[in-house]
């Protein structure tokens, strides 16, 4: 049974990708990483040794630390934290109790680099429709939750990649773009070690969306209707895609919770 300071792998599972999620603070040591650099999902990787100066980063959120079995590093951190007045919790059983119980795990091959402040930064086409709010809310729920997205013209996609340090996304004959009949979705949820039944199905739907095929989901049609209608409704992508986020937050959240759930009301009509 966990404390009132720790949490539990099956209690941060039901919590990781939802907006609500906590903050994790990955204080693996260096030889650890090495054995395994997959990280859980959306990880910020911070040592135990300057927690005194970066502790209050973290101030107003909640946070679940994780080392290697949930021992003294993270036990340590999570109390430095609540010193300094943080909701702090460690991961019970640490990395290895979360990997042992199949929890999802972030492949850290393909992680684009941080900038300063960080951040992953990517860019992609303007005007975003289906793809491109769907790659963008699976970074921020499972890889970097400050991860900054740059809307450009088609055309200026890889310059603005190559002068801002950016990594390009849903555009033709680059790494994270569509191959064959899966979209980059698809691709960022297979190259980033992701896949769950959840965001299997989810990414059916978005692909049945992005690439016409209706056939494939039977929620793509209005999961697409609902797209097409926010990109009418906000001229700024950026404002597109917070409230995006929430759109996709649901279908989510259905695909993970609720398959097998109907509604039925009125449950059957008047006899006469």
């Known amino acids: 049974m966990s404390s009132n300071i ?5 209690q941060l599972s039901r919590l990781v990708g939802l907006p609500g999620a906590p903050t994790i603070v990955d204080v693996r040591i260096l030889d650890d990483v090495a054995l395994d650099p997959r990280i859980l999902p959306a990880a910020d ?6 927690v005194a100066d970066w502790a209050r980063d973290y101030a107003g959120q909640r946070v679940v630390v994780v080392c290697q079995r949930g021992q ?25 109790a979360w990997r042992d119980a199949g929890g999802l795990l972030v492949s850290t091959a393909k992680l684009p680099p941080r900038d300063a402040q960080a951040r992953t930064l990517w860019v992609t086409r303007s005007r975003p429709k289906v ?4 790659c963008p809310w699976l970074i921020r729920r499972f890889i970097d939750p400050k991860a900054v ?3 450009v013209t088609a055309a200026e996609v890889p310059d603005v990649a190559s002068r ?3 990594t390009p996304f849903d555009i033709d004959g680059i790494f994270w773009s569509h191959r064959g009949e899966r979209c ?35 929620e793509a049609p209005g999961f697409l209707a609902a797209s097409l209608g926010l990109s009418r409704m906000f001229k700024d992508d950026l404002e597109q895609l917070g409230a995006g986020m929430l759109l996709y937050d649901a279908f989510y959240r259905c695909c993970r919770d609720a398959t097998e759930e109907t509604h039925n009301w009125p449950a059957g009509s008047k006899s006469a």
């Open 45 to 50: 990787h911070r040592s135990h040794k300057s």
């Open 184 to 218: 980059t979705f698809d691709i960022m949820i297979e190259e980033f070690g992701l896949a769950s039944p959840a965001l299997e199905r989810l990414a059916t739907i978005v692909r049945a969306a992005d690439t016409a095929r209706p056939d494939l989901a039977a």
């Open 164 to 166: 801002f340090g950016a």
């Open 6 to 10: 720790q949490i539990t792998a099956a």
């Open 72 to 96: 003294k590093l993270s036990e340590g951190v999570a109390a430095w934290l609540r010193h300094e007045g943080v909701e702090a919790e460690n991961l019970q059983g640490g990395f290895e």
């Open 131 to 134: 793809d491109r709010i769907a």
């Open 149 to 151: 997205f740059l809307f």
